[in-house]
């Protein structure tokens, strides 16, 4: 993605701002990769490995590498992205993450925590149609957090047919627009706000596309790995399209939605600061710079005390907050965040005598 490759891409504030995934997600991969809900006679049948590998892990578009140290289970990870401010912001988190074992190894006068002792991260910049770095079939699973969308996935399929391992697992995922659970009143502010082509008030405009679409419709734009490699038609089961998204989309498929697992308690400052990481907002500054000069704030504070505004409004009906008209939620008062996560999984097949179908 362009706007992340940019010098003046402040990446320290991009991680420190962004939500993170909850255990649970991951613990949705694992159990997949390990088939733990189906029985041994559903493996053999669909010609899957009931004994997974956890030996190497791939993270594709790692960014800062916040998925990428939640790969426990893997001895030897590899981040990788376009970025290369990126790609130096992961490989210093991963020093300073190496330095606090340290430490507390010391003051404990112990030796290193056992979780990650012994596990090997590297972080590479590459993009992820391009990983010839990784040799054929040695990968156990691969996951790409909140940059599949941006994906060219005519190419990217090809790549991870060639260095999963039999039985191996690809995982995508993104989180779509935040949602106010005790709030809903202000959900038309929020989509109006980063889908509109107002440029008075809306970054819409300037999400880099198809990849913006991508992510809106919920992954439902990733083509089916076999249409794609239609010489090795069946290397891959068919995706397993899972959304945990609760309420908020009715319109996917009830049977493959779930609760909503990605939620964040935030002051509303942190909400200001997680708007500012938007790429939209960086290209909207670019093409408005007159903006940052509007005697109301520029468009993402307008935005942000709007939504300040809305909330203590529904405060005061409801009784809890008394509020004068302009009145605007405390900028140190938390508030509840939801998103919704639409996830892709894949499994590299196996034939019922342990071979790739061809």
Request: with cysteine; aromatic share 10%; charged share 20%.
């Amino acid at each position: 993605m362009a706007t992340f490759s940019k010098t003046t891409f402040d990446t320290l504030s991009y991680a420190s701002s962004r939500p993170t995934y909850p255990r649970s997600l991951y613990n949705h991969i694992f159990d997949f990769h390990r088939d733990r809900n189906r029985r041994p006679s559903q493996c053999m049948k669909m010609g899957v490995n009931t004994n997974a590998r956890w030996e190497r892990a791939v993270d594709l578009g790692c960014g800062t590498g916040q998925a990428t140290f939640e790969l426990t289970p893997f001895p030897h990870v590899i981040g990788v992205d376009p970025s290369e401010n990126m790609i130096l912001s992961a490989r210093e988190a991963a020093k300073r993450k190496c330095q606090l074992q340290v430490d507390g190894a010391s003051d404990a006068g112990s030796q290193l925590p056992s979780q990650n002792q012994g596990q090997s991260i590297e972080f590479v910049h590459s993009p992820a149609e391009s990983l010839d770095f990784i040799a054929d079939e040695s990968v156990d699973l691969v996951i790409a957090a909140q940059s599949c969308h941006w994906f060219d996935w005519s190419r990217v399929w090809p790549q991870l047919a060639r260095i999963l391992r039999k039985g191996g697992t690809a995982a995508a995922w993104v989180y779509t627009e935040f949602r106010f659970p005790a709030h809903p009143h202000l959900t038309p502010q929020i989509l109006h706000y980063s889908e509109s082509h107002d440029t008075t008030s809306s970054v819409g405009r300037y999400w880099q596309q198809p990849g913006r679409s991508v992510l809106s419709r919920h992954l439902l734009d990733v083509p089916e790995p076999n249409s794609i490699l239609a010489a090795t038609r069946n290397v891959f089961e068919p995706l397993d399209r899972v959304y945990f998204t609760g309420p908020y989309f009715p319109e996917l498929p009830s049977s493959r939605t779930l609760p909503v697992l990605m939620r964040k308690t935030m002051t509303w400052s942190d909400i200001l600061a997680y708007l500012e990481t938007w790429s939209a907002l960086h290209t909207f500054r670019e093409m408005h710079p007159e903006d940052a000069k509007n005697s109301e704030g520029p468009v993402e504070v307008r935005f942000w005390n709007s939504l300040r505004r809305g909330a203590a409004i529904g405060a005061s009906s409801s009784g809890s907050l008394p509020v004068g008209a302009g009145d605007m939620v405390n900028p140190d008062a938390e508030v509840d965040v939801e998103w919704g996560v639409a996830m892709i999984l894949a499994r590299k097949k196996y034939d019922i005598e342990g071979e790739i179908v061809n």
